[in-house]
């Protein structure tokens, strides 16, 4: 103990990060050992680089107006014959990846989920209209359905992180898993938040304050957990990737499976049409001749409302966080010695603190800065990619917060209106308002049909149809 003590006060001296052993001599035995022990992992020289470089010198990932942005290319929606054919093909190469079992999914759910503030898991979270079933759920359905489609178990790489992963592994016990067998858990990084002056913060008087590392730790999480290494001789080289809060996602969808492989690509991403340029959605751009993904946060104002000659706004293909990736690229990138680093964003926060006595604080206000990596930074590292365009209606309704935009309300609505176009589209006379709405809450199960295409297919060769009324459930 005292050879870790003498190391680690040595190594926070030198990087001016010695205040977090202030309250050392009021800390019992096991409680020193705790905090040597967590700041034995902190990396101070990475953390030090960005604290240098987005504290001291002002630098980020901020993307000034004048930069050279360009509007990224995008596959579209088909829109006549020739596009048509375009998008059968691809789907017709998807299901044949599909079913040659190249596939696994990989599901990001280590995030805090502060704005919807609720206790637990987000992947917990009840979000059906109907059934109320968690998001979870709804995910094993889809890759069940999958899986018996076409005729392979598909692996599932779930991504918690420590605050969530014991209680995420109990959830799926106590359901069995959904009926799935290969469900994998893969617990994502950490890494220490810090006040407005670049100094490490307590979360207690001898607990450094530590938060998940971000949607692109999935990389590194993969490899360390042995995830990829796992998937060895197996077949398997295609990551279906998605955020566990959008239960309208197609997780396993062979339109997008066969765009990604007819171009050979290390990384696919899916985008939705930004509606307006205040919108909170990363953008697709193109700049220095790469394609990458601007955060709304970063994104120059002056340019998020330029639009063109229709009217259209010109930077609009708006990220979703759905992506495929090669599964040789995604292990690549979650290999430490690859020189394929992803850059870490900061993001101020409220973070739980003590103050000067050790009393433990909850700000009102941003008091520090979290750093993140994100998964779409990976493109920068991609040498092909594509992006493909998506329905908003019929693939993406996130549940962020508890009430008003993208909160459970309004997913609850968007899944009621997918499922009413559905049985529109196969000839049901359900009443529905102007924006596609029935007054009453409907449910179609993943196990039925995820997809108006199956959907089509499945009902009409159906014996005998249920009526629809309200509480419907298709399963
Ligand atoms: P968000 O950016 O919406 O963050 O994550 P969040 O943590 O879920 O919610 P807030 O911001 O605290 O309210 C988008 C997706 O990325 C995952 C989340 O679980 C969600 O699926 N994520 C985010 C991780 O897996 N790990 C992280 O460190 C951050």
Redesign the pocket.
């Known amino acids: 103990m005292e050879k870790l003590r003498r190391e680690v006060f040595e190594k926070f001296e030198r990087y001016h990060q010695e205040q977090v052993f202030r309250f050392w001599d009021e800390l019992g035995e096991e409680e020193r050992l705790n905090l040597c022990r967590q700041a034995e992992r902190i990396d101070l020289i990475r953390l030090s680089e960005m604290i240098d470089a987005l504290i001291e010198k002002g630098k980020g990932h901020f993307v000034r107006a004048d930069s050279p942005l360009m509007p990224a290319n995008y596959i579209g929606l088909p829109y006549d014959e020739t596009s048509r054919y375009r998008w059968e093909d691809a789907y017709n190469l998807g299901e044949q990846v599909l079913g040659d079992g190249r596939v696994a999914v990989l599901t990001?759910?280590?995030?805090?989920?502060?704005?919807?503030g609720f206790e637990g898991p987000?992947g917990t979270f009840a979000v059906t209209p109907v059934k109320g079933k968690s998001l979870f759920q709804v995910f094993a359905e889809k890759i069940r359905f999958a899986e018996k489609r076409y005729g392979h178990p598909i692996h599932w790489f779930i991504?918690t992180?420590d605050r969530n992963h014991n209680e995420t592994i109990e959830f799926f016990g106590k359901n069995d898993s959904f009926g799935l067998t290969n469900v994998h858990f893969m617990r994502?990084g950490q890494l220490a938040a810090v006040d407005m002056k670049g100094r490490i913060m307590l979360e207690d008087r001898g607990r450094i304050a530590m938060h998940?590392?971000?949607?692109g730790?999935a990389f590194r999480a993969f490899v360390a957990s042995g995830a990829g290494a796992m998937l060895d001789g197996q077949g398997v080289d295609v990551i279906s990737y998605f955020?566990?809060?959008n239960p309208l996602v197609c997780a396993i969808d062979p339109y997008f499976i066969g765009f990604h492989e007819k171009n050979n690509a290390q990384m696919s991403s899916r985008m939705v049409l930004k509606q307006y340029p205040e919108e909170k959605m990363g953008v697709f751009c193109s700049l220095y001749g790469r394609t990458a993904v601007v955060e709304y946060t970063d994104f120059p104002m002056e340019r998020a409302i330029e639009r063109d000659r229709s009217g259209t706004l010109r930077f609009k293909a708006g990220n979703i966080?759905v992506h495929i990736f090669n599964s040789n690229f995604f292990r690549l990138l979650g290999t430490e010695m690859s020189g394929r680093q992803l850059p870490l964003h900061a993001a101020k926060k409220r973070i739980p603190t003590v103050d000067t006595d050790g009393k433990i604080v909850d700000p009102a206000a941003p008091n520090g800065i979290k750093f993140?990596a994100f998964i779409f930074d990976a493109l920068q590292f991609a040498e092909r990619s594509i992006v493909v365009e998506g329905n908003r209606r019929e693939i993406f309704s996130p549940i962020?917060n508890s009430v008003g935009l993208d909160s459970p309300e309004t997913c609850r609505q968007d899944q009621v209106r997918l499922f009413s176009k559905w049985l529109v589209e196969a000839g049901s006379d359900i009443p529905i308002d102007a924006t596609g709405r029935p007054p009453f809450n409907i449910e179609v199960s993943p196990l039925f049909a995820d997809n108006g295409r199956d959907f089509l297919m499945k009902w009409n060769f159906l014996e005998s149809r249920p009526a629809i009324a309200s509480g419907s459930y298709i399963g």
């Open positions: 990001a759910a280590g995030g805090q989920g502060t704005r919807l987000k991504m992180s994502q998940p590392d971000g949607h730790g955020h566990v809060d966080g993140e962020k």
